[in-house]
């Protein structure tokens, strides 16, 4: 890096001097020479980014130093210059392709003799670029459907999106705090493979025996096989433009003193320093397939993270939402640098399929989790970098950023949000039958649900004394008014019966409804029925207990200035801190109150308080279920108004609740709603191990998937150390880097093509995945809710293409500062090698955490994993 920085501050200077006014004596002759191009036009400044290998131009008045051994390549190309020759399907605009014919045609008459074309050599381009893709797509799929079966029993959060995938066979409804894609394709892959359903995933670690589950499983592991390759031509798509050398021959390239030169120029710097013409032409003949392996590889490693990540792997194995997720986001952004590639070319077909499909990716990404979120502000911001460079150019008309401005709406708004739609269309279509998730919803969601008992249901419209009933917090996620014959423990309040909130469907959670100063049966024959009306003194009777709702000035559990709601009494006596008074919210005193759509409060009689939840979550002695409070602050709130679901009283005559049944709006927001506070709401589990984002990037603790004792299958989600250190260490190589660079460019250093060309790449191609690792990593430091290391992974997928990138693009640095050393192409190769090799060989120490290991633990001195327990928080 030094050595490359000294050259390039030498070439700087050089390239500074001022050009002579024409008719002016020339300079005096040495041993750098310089080309002007007076006349061609400068192409856009991002040229370099959307593959442009041809047709380039070369800046007005720019002058080219030409220094011994080499020409200077095109502006605007890459490492080593840009192809001279016209390529057909190339995204480029007009006056590129004008310039390049101009200097392609000065270029060809400085060249005697001419050197025939090559027809076949494209055709060797071709097949050299698919069979490299076909071997890191097999590579890949090798690796992640090895031993695919293994274990033969559920690991870690496989009991939850697989029961998911059997509630969507069965049509059973539930809840989840992710968007419903993911689970659906689970669902629909065990479908197509003949699983049945049946299954219950009940806990980690249970067989499934006959069940079929290979097909959800073969499922996540094709779209986490498919993330090589995606990131692979994600990071060739990006790093295109630095040298058209990747099109040329290994051999040739890097067995000169210098290194990497396209054929083309190593001819003709050759013949002006009056070389063989033979040898310049056999050179080119034989080099475009050569240079084509020793160049293309350069993508590959930029996704050798996700290659030999054991972690990566291990995602990509089990049925788990992880491989989706990372599927669709490495995809909207492959779409996305590919729509950037045609910038140039508006409105052409390989402009909308690209622009559509990033709409695509991004509506499938959000589906499957929210985090899908963070790839949707990486293209947005995309987008209006576009749009504002686009606002920029004169030359378009008012009309023309127009069209523009709608094609993105119509490709990057309404495309995802019709698609986003459409998948919770399907999704409530599908479970149409009652299941574990209906007491998440509303009374009016629940209706809708076959097998519900408010479904088709007819109860009595109007409340009555007598009546059974259960009460409904209008707060999302919070559940019915319940008690149980659990008393809270000593020192909590009052040693009564608890009084909480829960989220299920239970004989715990029915009331009788009473009269605060008769003890007759309501229900008896010989009484007439007396309604219950907005005003009314009422007490609650649990049923079940035979407690009455209770409430007194001592403190609330966990809520502190709350009072605390308990069961008291016996068979329904009690005293006056039992009575409650029932408001219906904007009506008069004297109105009946309606089943279901009749928002009430309860007002404690004798503290004032309001009846509320506080949604927090009680300790294990309560259950783990939600506070109840009695609050003194009288203020409407949510959290304070009920409404009565279930009523049963034989005197009254019922109705039908149809007409009760919401719009497929309101369903959706009601269904959004509850899923981000359940996603807020996330508590670990006994025995979980959660993490810290801090911890993330360096590796710090990994996460059992399978087994604890010496003798169980284990498989230990845990990334590979040395790809995951080299990308940490990218990073912080990267911002010091491309802070010299960014530097050298604001203050108009004028750099060397081959240096600027690279910085370029370096600066744009690299900043779009430091971006993306930023928008994937940093937003979980905000996050409340409890994080697991596994949320680290996309953001891992972009620091893996920034190391590739980074480090190609370095060792590239050096290799041409060390131009004039007989060694110079080796150090590109052998940096690229041991990088490949150290990867590797990792990976192949680690493979047992993904695959499995049967045997000793790491502790144990006898384990072959002792030696590799580098960190005392890997619990292997």
């Given amino acids: 890096m030094l050595c490359a920085t000294s050259r390039l501050l030498a070439a700087r200077e050089a390239s500074a001097l001022p050009a002579h006014p024409r008719g002016r004596a020339p300079a005096p002759r040495s041993r750098r020479r310089e080309l002007h191009f007076p006349g061609h036009p400068e192409l856009p400044p991002g040229d370099f980014l959307v593959g442009r290998f041809t047709k380039p131009s070369v800046p007005t008045g720019r002058r080219v130093i030409l220094r011994k051994g080499r020409m200077p390549p095109a502006a605007g190309g890459g490492l080593a210059g840009s192809e001279l020759r016209p390529r057909r399907g190339r995204c480029g605009s007009q006056a590129a392709r004008a310039a390049g014919r101009d200097v392609a045609t000065e270029a060809a008459t400085a060249r005697s003799p001419k050197r025939p074309a090559l027809p076949s050599s494209r055709r060797f381009e071709a097949a050299g670029r698919w069979a490299l893709l076909a071997l890191v797509t097999l590579t890949s799929f090798a690796s992640r459907f090895h031993r695919l079966d293994q274990p033969p029993h559920i690991c870690w959060d496989e009991t939850h999106f697989g029961k998911m995938g059997s509630y969507y066979i069965n049509r059973t409804f539930f809840f989840d705090v992710h968007p419903p894609l993911g689970k659906m394709l689970i669902g629909l892959a065990g479908y197509l493979s003949g699983y049945d359903g049946t299954f219950l995933f009940q806990k980690p670690g249970d067989n499934y025996e006959h069940h079929s589950y290979m097909g959800m499983r073969g499922f996540c592991a094709f779209l986490g096989s498919m993330l090589i390759p995606l990131a692979y031509l994600t990071v060739l798509e990006l790093s295109r433009s630095l040298s058209a050398a990747l099109l040329t021959a290994a051999l040739l390239t890097f067995g000169r003193v210098v290194s990497e030169e396209p054929p083309e120029e190593a001819a003709l710097s050759r013949y002006l320093r009056g070389q063989r013409v033979l040898w310049s032409w056999c050179e080119a003949a034989l080099g475009r397939f050569r240079e084509q392996q020793d160049t293309e590889p350069r993508a590959e490693h930029g996704s050798k993270g996700g290659w030999t990540d054991t972690g990566c792997l291990t995602l990509s194995q089990y049925i788990l939402l992880d491989p989706i997720l990372m599927f669709f986001i490495m995809a909207a952004m492959l779409s996305m640098v590919k729509y950037n590639s045609c910038a140039n070319r508006p409105f052409s077909a390989p402009w909308w399929f690209w622009l559509s499909l990033t709409g695509v990716n991004l509506a499938g990404a959000l589906g499957v989790k929210f985090v899908g979120l963070f790839i949707i502000l990486q293209v947005g911001w995309n987008t209006l970098s576009d749009l504002w460079h686009l606002f920029g150019d004169l030359s378009l008309s008012m009309v023309t950023l127009g069209k523009h401005l709608t094609a993105r709406i119509l490709c990057l708004i309404v495309l995802p949000l019709a698609l986003y739609i459409a998948t919770y269309a399907v999704h409530f279509m599908v479970l149409n039958k009652s299941g574990p998730g209906d007491g998440f919803f509303s009374s009016a969601f629940q209706a809708r649900l076959s097998g519900n008992n408010l479904h088709n249901a007819s109860i009595p419209e109007h409340l009555a004394y007598g009546s059974v009933i259960t009460v409904k917090n209008l707060r999302m996620a919070i559940g019915y008014l319940h008690s149980h014959r659990h008393f809270y423990p000593e020192g909590v309040g009052a040693r009564q019966q608890q009084v909480t909130t829960y989220l299920h469907k239970d004989y715990n959670n029915l009331w009788i409804i009473k009269k605060h100063n008769s003890n007759s049966d309501p229900l008896d024959p010989s009484l007439p029925v007396e309604f219950v009306r907005h005003g009314d003194i009422i007490r609650l009777e649990h049923k079940e207990t035979s407690r009455n709702l209770h409430s007194h000035y001592h403190e609330a559990p966990l809520t502190r200035k709350h ?151 284990r498989v230990y989600l845990l990334g590979n ?149 580098w960190l005392e928080s890997w619990d292997f």
């Fill in 721 to 869: 150390p040395v790809v995951w250190w080299l990308n940490l260490l990218s990073i912080a190589l990267y911002v010091l880097s491309a802070s010299v660079f960014a530097v050298a460019v604001q203050r108009g250093a004028h750099l060397p093509v081959e240096v600027e060309g690279l910085s370029q790449v370096l600066l744009r191609g690299g900043g779009q995945l430091l971006f993306g690792w930023m928008m994937h990593y940093f937003p979980f430091f905000l996050m409340g809710r409890v994080l697991y290391f596994h949320h680290y992974f996309p953001a891992m997928l972009f620091s893996s293409m920034l190391t590739g990138l980074l480090w190609d693009t370095l060792l590239r640095l050096c290799a041409w500062s060390l131009a004039s050393y007989p060694l110079a192409r080796c150090v590109h190769v052998l940096g690229i090698l041991s990088l490949l090799l150290g990867t590797a060989y990792s990976f192949y120490l680690f493979h047992p955490l993904a695959y499995g290991m049967v045997g000793p633990l790491a502790q144990d001195p006898r384990s072959p994993m002792a030696g590799l327990r």
């Fill in 563 to 713: 009072y605390q709601v308990t069961g008291y009494g016996i068979n329904g006596s009690g005293d006056s801190n039992d009575f409650w008074r029932i408001e219906v919210i904007n009506r008069k005193f004297g109105n009946r109150i309606k089943v279901l759509r009749s928002r009430i409060r309860l007002i404690h009689l004798i503290t004032g308080c309001v009846l509320g939840s506080s949604g927090k979550v009680l300790p294990k002695w309560g259950w783990e279920q939600m506070e109840v409070t009695c609050t003194p602050y009288l203020k409407e709130t949510l959290s304070s108004i009920w409404n009565v679901e279930d009523h049963i009283n034989p005197k009254l005559p019922n109705i039908s609740l149809e007409v009760l049944q919401p719009s497929f709006p309101e369903i959706m927001l009601e269904s959004h709603m509850v899923m981000i506070r359940g996603n807020n709401g996330l508590k670990p589990k006994d025995n979980e191990f959660t993490s810290k984002p801090w911890h993330w990037p360096i590796n710090f603790q990994g996460l059992r998937f399978s087994g604890a004792n010496d003798t169980d299958f």
